[in-house]
């Protein structure tokens, strides 16, 4: 186990709302962080709203409002979307908050008193969508690879930062430091961009051009190029929270793969020439589609969060983007996909476990929890599933392999189905002398759903917190990940009657037309 985490997650463009991939991402580092409190570790997990720059200007104007008065929306709209569906961070930055722009403007000072930043011409092809060049290379067809529009040629006097001063030591760091970019295939991609000529990023926009932003310490006529100034929000942050020594540097920077060039160059450049470690990891995940095709609003295939909270819940949503995407890979989402997932798993999987065990202990024992003994070794063999499970996920989850976390988790919910079954308890108590046996059985099988509970909580926050209850454990029992299996429950314990944890699903509700 690390001794501390540092989570972040990229800081959203406010001209857009919170869709499943943005959701994806908060899900992942939520589920990440509370996977680290749930085992002790002091974890820090920080999101928020990167609101400067050219894109944002124009989606304002475009809202026939002032840049500011249209950031302030959108960003509550942020804050508001990861508030209602459970995203736990434990700082919202937003790049407008004063003590980020002091802490741009201090970095830029310091870059530009050391000889780090220089003025310059600069010319080249600019997608506004992206916010960033494009070499004629890395066009396709002469477009932008990810928003298919042509790039605008730009040509002016700009200042820029001395990135290729940095590019060998970035490029060393990278190479020996196995795990820093994860999946690899995202670090060999990264790599093979270190070993172009980038040259030096340009750094700034005229003001004739673009007022919104923050603007040069050196130069009052430029503003900062709106990456430059988001990607030091990772430091700001805990700076304005008086926790640098403590957070920096970052455990697990989260992104998507698109920003992989910003994330594994421009930044650890910047680091570097700033004076500050660098980060330790840096997760990159993949695209997800809608019915297979790209999302967005001419599509009308953008999914949003809400619109699937209130039609299957929030924990169903969060299974579903944890089990089916692989890390690093991209998917697709469908509802009928999340449906299925969710009536096989959830609802038959897990829900079952969850009434048949105690619908028995209510109907036997009214809800009282009996001795486990006598026993047998199927019991021992049942706990052994559940360690086993418990090692297999600490495991996966250090490797953001999240489909693997959840799938080991599945095998010991399947192998409590399936004692229950073997043992058939259903049968045993019609022969009264067999009632220890059966008692036993279900101490056994409320163990399973104690476990199970714990080790699903960080992914499934809701749905633990509702078997607890059910459980009448207390907070801080539940907490215990270290309870020995036969110990959670004394003897007479009263647990509740049957819950309906996921009841199934018949056919896919249209969330994504529902109105919102
Ligand atoms: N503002 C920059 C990030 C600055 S971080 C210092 C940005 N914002 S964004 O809103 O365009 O994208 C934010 C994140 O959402 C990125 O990690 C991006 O990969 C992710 N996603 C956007 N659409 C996505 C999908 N359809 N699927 C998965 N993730 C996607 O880039």
């Given amino acids: 186990m690390p001794t501390r985490a540092y989570i972040t997650t990229p800081l959203y463009y406010v001209n857009a709302e919170p869709h499943v991939g943005s959701t994806y991402t908060n899900v992942v580092a939520d589920t990440v962080a509370r996977f680290y409190r749930q085992r ?6 920080q999101t928020g709203t990167d609101e400067h720059g050219e894109k944002i200007a124009q989606a304002a104007e475009a809202a026939g409002m002032t840049p500011k008065a249209f950031v ?27 003590d980020h722009v002091r802490f741009v403007q201090e970095v830029l000072a310091r870059l530009y008193e050391q000889g780090d930043i220089y003025f310059g011409s600069y010319e080249g092809l600019y997608c506004v969508g992206c916010e960033r060049l494009y070499t004629e290379k890395e066009l396709e067809s002469g477009l932008c690879p990810l928003h298919q529009t042509p790039p605008t040629k730009i040509s002016e006097a700009n200042y820029f930062f001395r990135m290729a001063k940095y590019q060998e030591q970035t490029r060393r760091h990278i190479e020996t430091t196995p795990g820093f970019i994860h999946p690899e295939g995202y670090r060999n991609e990264a790599l093979a961009m270190l070993r172009e000529d980038l040259g030096d990023l340009c750094i700034s926009r005229p003001k004739e051009r673009l007022q919104w932003g923050i603007e040069l310490p050196f130069d009052a006529g430029y503003v900062t190029y709106v990456w430059f100034d988001a990607l030091l929000n990772y430091v700001s942050g805990p700076k304005a929270l008086g926790r640098l020594d403590e957070l920096w540097p970052a455990t697990l920077h989260l992104i998507g793969k698109d920003i992989l060039k910003p994330h594994a160059v421009f930044w650890p450049t910047m680091l570097i020439a700033a004076g500050y470690p660098l980060y330790e990891r840096l997760g990159v995940h993949g695209y997800w589609s809608s019915g297979g095709h790209k999302m967005s609003k001419s599509l009308g295939n953008v999914v949003q969060p809400l619109a699937i909270r209130d039609a299957y819940g929030m924990d169903a949503l969060r299974y579903f983007l944890l089990r089916e995407m692989v890390f690093g890979h991209d998917a697709d989402f469908t509802e009928q996909a999340l449906v299925t997932r969710l009536n096989a798993d959830l609802a038959n999987g897990l829900g079952n476990l969850v009434s048949r065990t105690l619908a028995m202990n209510e109907k036997y024992f009214e809800s009282r929890v009996q001795a486990p003994r006598p026993a047998d070794p199927a019991d021992e063999a049942l706990a052994a599933a559940f360690a086993r499970a418990r090692r297999e996920l600490d495991e996966h989850v250090g490797e953001l392999a999240f489909h693997r976390g959840l799938e080991a988790v599945w095998r010991a919910i399947d192998a409590a189905n399936k004692y229950v079954a073997d043992q058939a308890p259903f049968k045993l108590v019609k022969d009264e002398a067999q009632r220890p046996r059966v008692g036993a059985i279900l101490h056994n099988c409320l163990e399973a759903l104690r476990s199970a509970a714990q080790l699903l909580a960080p992914f499934l926050p809701d749905s633990a917190e509702r078997i607890r209850e059910a459980l009448g454990l207390s907070p801080e029992r539940f907490a215990d990940l270290d309870l020995a299996w036969g110990e959670a429950f004394p003897e007479g314990h009263a647990i509740s009657s049957a819950i309906n944890l996921f009841p199934r699903v018949e056919t896919a509700a249209g969330a994504k037309q529902a109105p919102r």
Avoid at 91 to 98: E, G, M, N, V
């Fill in 72 to 98: 302030d929306q959108v960003s509550a709209k942020f804050q508001g979307t990861w508030d209602s569906v459970g995203i736990r961070y434990d700082h919202f930055l937003r790049t407008s908050d004063p």
């Fill in 40 to 45: 002790g570790v002091p974890t820090m997990l």
